[in-house]
């Protein structure tokens, strides 16, 4: 045995008594000991990928978007090595790399992370979601991301694809080279459904400014925080015409929404099982990606069609007999598009709902996001609503000034007790809104009584 392939063997093991003993670390530890033994490790074994890598970026929705883009790989016969646990930064993806095969490569990755796993692993097509305000006291201001993806799609031109959401101000210009001319090698995909627009700017309303001359943009429409259609008056940058578009949809609520398409490849229709406008976006750079990498479109709109809630991302799981949604919010704009659905399905009884808030370094330390989002538009809409997390007194103050009923609202910080409460309570349907390691700890809380799977299996 090689002494590379001493570490490995090492890492797998230190990976299987994780597992073993249930304590967690799963995703992370074998990549962590193996990056520790082997700082290459990821370049010796991407270079094990011979049918290239796809990578997955954005604020909100990369999880959802890269197991779309899986199903889809799946469905052409194609299994590629893949994160699917959600642990995105280096040592989630090394032990991806160290405990799977396959030829192809398909990793969601943080942020700010980008730069590093895109260097070392090469990969043949890279797609950019969105950007968003979120987590300031560990990534800064969302300029400042921006900038950094700059640089790596200027350093991988004529090597790698993109696929960029040209919605998003901030991803549509990095398609652009400094003089502002289209690069090659781009795909864009939008939403260009009007119907669709909201009906004023949200607070969760963060590319204000152009990139390349500092003017305030123009907006016609926006579907999602920033993302809509807009121009900068100034130097006449504007939102270029995306190959991959939403030309109609229909939200269902909760059961999802019916999307047509326009591609390169023809008309597409999409039937989604999972809700709002934001997995529309996610369906389409899925879209966008798929037809990259080869995937017919027809097995594309049946993998999509089939497709499942991933972790924490509208998962429905039954707990003794009553169904818990759990809905990941972790932002003002991804909060503001799960309040945005759940108030199609508020009916004149309303809503029993769970909200954790946590001030953990993965959710943020800095929590007064949660006045950014519009919990007013469930005002009038919630029955009962338990308030629970480190920050739980706080999510409950938020709630008060939304107009939300004050008897309605109670407090209990413990994940289990909370839970419990809210589901006693409840009418045999409960939504859940955790922040990140809220979403956690109750995933750790549902598999120890047994109603949910080790997300790591």
């Given at each position: ?13 230190i ?73 995105n ?22 942020e ?11 990969p ?44 998003d ?22 939403v ?48 270029p ?32 099982p ?70 199609l ?45 480190t ?9 008060k ?51 949910a ?5």
């Amino acid at each position: 045995m090689t002494a590379f392939g001493a570490k490995l063997a090492a890492a797998r093991a230190i990976g299987a008594a994780s597992r073993i003993s249930r304590r967690g670390g799963g995703t992370t530890l074998p990549g962590r000991v193996l990056l520790r033994l082997e700082p290459d490790a990821m370049r010796r074994l991407g270079a094990g990928l011979r049918r290239g890598t796809t990578i997955v970026s954005a604020t909100n929705g990369k999880t959802t978007t890269a197991g779309m883009i899986a199903a889809t790989l799946a469905a052409a016969g194609r299994h590629p090595v893949h994160n699917r646990a959600g642990s995105n930064m280096t040592w989630g993806v090394v032990t991806a790399l160290l405990e799977q095969r396959g030829e192809e490569g398909l990793f969601e990755v943080d942020e700010a992370w980008l730069p590093r796993v895109a260097e070392h692993l090469d990969p043949s097509l890279i797609v950019l979601g969105n950007l968003f305000r979120d987590q300031l006291d560990r990534y800064g201001e969302m300029e400042a991301l921006a900038e950094d993806w700059a640089k790596v799609v200027e350093s991988r031109a004529g090597r790698t694809r993109f696929a960029l959401n040209a919605d998003d101000p901030a991803i549509a210009d990095l398609g652009r080279d400094a003089a502002g001319a289209p690069r090659d090698g781009i795909v864009y995909f939008g939403v260009e459904d009007a119907s669709q627009a909201l009906p004023e700017l949200q607070h969760a309303f963060d590319a204000k400014h152009c990139r390349r001359c500092g003017a305030p943009y123009a907006y016609e429409r926006a579907f999602v925080g920033h993302l809509g259609h807009y121009s900068c008056p100034s130097c006449g940058a504007e939102r270029p015409r995306p190959e991959v578009a939403a030309t109609a949809i229909e939200l269902r609520g909760m059961e999802g929404s019916r999307v047509e398409l326009r591609t390169p490849a023809g008309p597409l229709r999409l039937d989604l099982p999972l809700p709002g406008l934001y997995n529309v976006y996610n369906a389409l750079a899925a879209v966008a990606a798929a037809l990259e990498l080869g995937v017919e479109p027809e097995v594309i709109a049946a993998a999509l069609s089939g497709i499942r809630a991933a972790f924490g991302r509208v998962e429905t799981i039954d707990v003794g007999g009553a169904a818990v949604s759990i809905l990941l919010i972790k932002n003002p704009a991804g909060a503001n598009e799960v309040l945005r659905t759940l108030s199609l399905e508020a009916g004149a009884d309303g809503l029993d709902l769970w909200i954790a808030l946590n001030d953990g370094i993965a959710d943020g330390r800095d929590v007064s996001w949660v006045w950014d989002a519009d919990f007013e538009l469930l005002t009038g809409g919630v029955r009962r609503v338990v308030c629970a997390g480190t920050r739980a007194a706080e999510m409950a103050v938020r709630l008060k000034y939304a107009g939300w009923p004050v008897e309605a609202i109670e407090v209990e910080a413990g994940i289990a007790a909370s839970l419990d409460r809210a589901l006693a309570q409840s009418d045999g349907r409960l939504f859940a809104l955790p922040t990140y390691t809220a979403l956690l700890e109750l995933r750790r809380l549902l598999t120890s009584r047994g109603h949910a799977k080790e997300f790591w299996r």
